[in-house]
């Protein structure tokens, strides 16, 4: 999930490089032999930082780019560009601090561009870089075009999956296919592995030899397998809203919809003490409303300004994403009056991430980063689900799906009356696609290197902090915890507590004691 919900509309950044010859003398490039294919080429690249053009961005944020091999077992298959943004340090600089934000699927620019706030007291000591993941943004971004709409059509309806869930399951294996017509060469090489190494040739690129990192929710994935595969280069990392790395997507669509849940629940109690809450002044019934909401938005889906129709499953994935920070309720409250009262969806479509698909590129992309025009609408969840399903070794097979799928609508629905048929349709994604890998789940553990700090937050909705204490363990000693006892997704944004002690650790390698905490709504 995303680290952070942009508050601004996304936009897109242009960048620019230079690569230059710079020797390989001290740069601590991996060694080439016989058995590993050559990678120097990409390890002797050094930013062209420069304007970003093409962006309403502020003035003092700088875009760039590093060319990474479309393959890395095959570089002369293909490369791909991944477009950077940095904020410089104000100071003396010790180098970078690289942000992800999550997703899967979270375009860093944007993020940075219009976040950027709460990374300000970072450049002290160091300059704030972030990236379009592979696949993401501008960086040869992934879409399944007008197949994501049809499977949307067919999972949308609970009926049908009832009656001939087999017909669903051949819809959905159709979106896989589209989503590799409209993804381009990026799509057999996306997934946390490969963006893990184009960490390490962004860490060369920026001048770094250890790899400074604050990762959110998804990102604490992508760190942990860096620290995995290049022991050697771990800086000072800090993981923020930590994801798990073993279990299937099945439990952990539970547990988002068990967590949304309670988010939700916490978001009803508040809005029924204000009297313009569109669901009444009981939270008891204004729990039943919402799901009364969801089901005759289903059955009778609202037309919206851009010609389409906005239904109750497209309604919970904006409720959903606007629970991940308190700062959202009010403007949430207000979209939901305005859709109640007027059937004005305008205001819950703000919060929707790629409600809207539209053809994707043809696959004749050259790596180059690509246009903001040229990005798709449905980029987002189009790259949610294919990392994730890359990340994700299982594939049950159609007999096991239908076998297993009562059991399964039972639970989610137990789980979250309002979130659980919608995330019982996310894990159902990953059917028709190649199986993924297992390094995550076999390899991810036991780490010998620095000390790394891991925050988990009591009340996330979407990375709950069980997953904090599972993934510590397997990490072992080099896990630092600290216990954010508070609300909302991650520690960082919202918790100027977290915020001390990261920046502690980040600027002057001062840690917490393991299991030391951050009270709710603590100062200091």
Known sequence: MLGKLAKRPALRSLAVISATGLTLLGLGLPAADDDEPDLTRFYRQKVSWGRCEGMDAPKDLQCGKVTVPLDYADPAAGT?????ARYRATGDSRGSVLLNFGGPGGAGIDQLAYGGKDFMSLTDGYDVVTFDPRGVGRSSPVSCGDGAEETADSTDDSTELDADPQAVLAEIRATAAACAKHSGPVLPHIGTVNASRDLDVIRQAVGDKKLNYLGFSYGTRLGAVYATQFPDKVGRMVLDGVDTLTEPLTE??????????????GFIDWCAEDIGCPFG???RIAREEVVRLVESMDEDP?????????????????????????DLWPSLQRALASLVEDGDTRGVMGFASGGVTVPGRNGDDDGGLVDAEDVPLDNLPAALMAINCADDPDRPTAKDITRNLDRLRAEYERASPVFGRYRLTEVLMCYGRPKGTDFI?????????????????????ATPYRWTMQTARRLGPSAVVLDNRDEGHTGYASSTCVHGKVDAFLLYGSLPANGSSCASGEDD
């Open 80 to 84: 791909l560009d991944l477009a950077l």
């Open 281 to 283: 002044q009981d939270p």
């Open 252 to 265: 952990q669509g539970v547990a988002g919809a068990k967590g949304q849940q309670t988010a939700l629940e």
């Open 302 to 326: 609202v037309p919206t300004d851009f010609g389409d129709v906005f239904t109750g499953q497209d309604l919970v994935g904006a409720i959903g994403q606007a629970l991940y920070s308190e």
């Open 441 to 461: 789940r076999e390899k991810v553990k036991d780490l010998d290197g620095p000390k790394m700090l891991l925050v988990g937050t009591r009340g996330d909705p």
